[in-house]
């Protein structure tokens, strides 16, 4: 039976980890309508009082991560006066770190989000990602954390930008039929090598679907079945040849797909950010 509920999401930072915990735990209920209401950046009770007034005109549930007491106090004392249902979704990693630790919390919001060095780093993974997109700067290759190879629109860049974000200096490289791969990436002994292979199935409909966007309609080798399956096989063997893990992406998200990546790279003993 279909549902809808409104979700209230206060945060007194930028709200990504609000977000993320909002939409894994959407995902588990099939059937039901999330109609999600964010307000990040909440500092202030005026800020707050806003809120509130939202919460009032479409109650549903309410998640929040607000690190200062009084602000806290104030919006739980509210939801509890109309009757909504509360979570501040960092209680429990907070509370079981305080007890480790034997320290007490700093209440300071959006202390994740600091310009510190492991920021910097993030920036830094970042600019060099995009130098290495799509096979580019080859001769700084070997500087790169994890290189990302495989047939066009198998999802390496994506990948790459996301890994980056995670701190990592994440380049991809294409295969393309017909062309050898680049001495550069053969010789680079640096970076962890990762296939990237997809179905031939899925490949055409990406593909097909790429070429609708940019307003071509004339059918070539690039996604005609037999030789894009020809085109898997041969970058599977490949990786093969080489050693190299892959992964197949055919029904993997980008974020899977990196988290895979990320095990490969903790496997190896790769200190990650």
């Given at each position: 039976m279909n549902k809808t509920y409104h979700l209230h999401l206060v945060s007194d930072a930028t709200g990504e980890t609000l977000n993320t915990i909002a939409k894994a735990a959407s995902a588990q209920f099939?059937?039901?309508?999330?109609q999600e209401h964010f307000y990040a950046l909440v500092r202030?009770?005026?800020?707050?009082?806003?809120?509130?007034?939202?919460?009032?005109?479409?109650?549903?549930?309410?998640?929040?991560?607000?690190?200062n007491p009084e602000l806290r106090r104030e919006l739980e004392a509210h939801c509890a006066s109309i009757g909504v249902p509360f979570l501040a979704v960092l209680d429990a990693p907070i509370a079981t770190m305080r007890q480790y630790l034997g320290?007490?919390?700093t209440h300071k919001p959006g202390a994740q989000h600091e310009v510190d060095q492991r920021y910097l780093q993030r920036m830094e993974a970042l600019n060099y990602?995009?130098?290495?997109?799509d096979g580019q700067a080859l001769e700084t290759l070997d500087q790169a954390q994890v290189v990302l190879v495989g047939a066009s629109r198998t999802s390496k860049t994506p990948t790459c930008v996301y890994l980056a974000i995670r701190g990592l200096r994440a380049a991809n490289v294409p295969i393309v039929p017909g062309l050898i791969l680049p001495p550069q990436l053969l010789a680079a002994k640096g970076p962890l090598v990762v296939g990237l292979w997809t179905s031939p199935d899925r490949l055409v409909?990406?593909?097909?679907?790429?070429?609708?966007?940019?307003?071509e309609v004339r059918d070539t080798s690039y996604v005609?079945?037999?030789?894009?399956?020809?085109e898997v096989t041969a970058t599977r063997k490949l990786f093969e040849t080489h050693n190299w893990p892959a992964i197949d992406v055919s029904r993997r998200s980008v974020e899977e797909t990196a988290a895979a990546?990320?095990?490969?790279?903790?496997?190896?003993?790769?200190e990650l950010l």
């Open positions: 099939e059937g039901v309508d999330v202030s009770s005026r800020q707050l009082q806003r809120v509130i007034d939202h919460i009032r005109e479409e109650p549903g549930l309410v998640y929040f991560t607000l690190v320290t007490a919390e990602t995009i130098t290495h997109d409909q990406v593909r097909r679907n790429r070429l609708n966007t940019l307003g005609d079945l037999e030789a894009v399956r020809a990546v990320l095990n490969l790279l903790t496997e190896r003993g790769e």
